[in-house]
């Protein structure tokens, strides 16, 4: 069973990875950066002896994350030689950036932008991000001629509303315009709370229901954290909308798969 304290680790990594010339570590560095107390509570939540034997089980619980992700381990860890070796440099830099700046409400657009962008390694179709502040739809009537573009009769964006919820809309390549589905993304720059993810959830679902060609039902709705996200931490209930986090933006083994059965 996976915990946060899997994903502190993880993060710890990717941040000396990157701040290291070459790019490699070893788990003894990691004690000299003060890290110890990271390895510690490791050690007792896979209740083994040493650090060692928690790093190998925290990589190996990671592994298994990506590979459900689609996705390789953005790093290489050699229990021989405590020694992790950078991989996907480009992702590492990516999750010490969203650390960087997590929870830092004045660094929401930055968050959304940086995921939009780091959207289309996974993504085919067109990536539009339409959140508030925007560059140059700044004016309600030109976002919601923008989303007429995009299948919209109705307007959004009606009284106070900033954006409608909508932060970021992934076109799917499939059909054509108003017929066409998206994926509506909704970025949250801090970490997982079940009150924000329930309140943002409802206004996005809201502004679908103004499009033209589609009921809001046949699009998806996610709400993307500056966070992670494993099966333990979900519960039980069926979900409204999908989780995302930041290891959902790792890069694919293979952007298109086909399996015919």
């Known amino acids: 069973m996976m915990s946060r304290g ?28 003060g ?18 034997d928690a790093i190998t089980s925290a990589v190996a619980e990671l592994e298994k994350h990506f590979k459900g992700k689609d996705a390789a381990l953005p790093f290489d860890y ?47 179709g067109a990536i539009h991000r339409v959140g508030h502040p925007r560059d140059t739809k700044k004016r309600k009537v030109d976002f919601n001629a923008h989303l007429r573009t995009l299948g919209f009769k109705k307007a959004v964006l009606l009284g106070q509303e900033k954006d409608g919820g ?3 809309i992934w076109q799917l390549p499939l059909g054509s315009v108003p017929h066409r589905p ?22 996005g679902i809201r502004s679908l229901s ?20 494993w099966p333990e931490r979900l519960g039980l209930k069926q979900l409204q909308f999908v989780p995302l986090g930041l290891t959902d933006l790792a890069s694919m083994l293979d952007l298109v798969t086909v399996d015919l059965i």
């Open 35 to 52: 890290q110890s107390s990271i390895l510690d509570d490791l050690q007792k939540h896979f209740a083994v002896n040493t650090h060692a």
């Open 166 to 168: 909508l932060d970021i």
């Open 6 to 33: 899997v994903f502190e680790f993880f993060e710890v990594v990717a941040e000396e990875l990157v701040n290291t010339s070459p790019q490699y570590i070893t788990s003894r560095s990691l004690s000299a950066q």
């Open 210 to 229: 103004q499009h033209s060609g589609l009921q809001a039902i046949v699009h998806i709705p996610c709400i993307f954290f500056n966070d992670y996200f």
């Open 182 to 203: 998206f994926i509506s993304m909704q970025c949250k720059n801090g970490k997982f709370e079940w009150g924000v993810a329930d309140a943002s959830s409802g206004s």
């Open 78 to 124: 050699d229990p021989m030689t405590a020694r992790f070796i950078a991989r996907d440099n480009d992702f590492l830099m990516f999750i010490k950036s969203m650390k960087g700046i997590r929870s830092i409400g004045k660094q929401s657009r930055v968050f959304e932008c940086s995921v939009a962008t780091r959207l289309k390694n996974r993504a085919t």
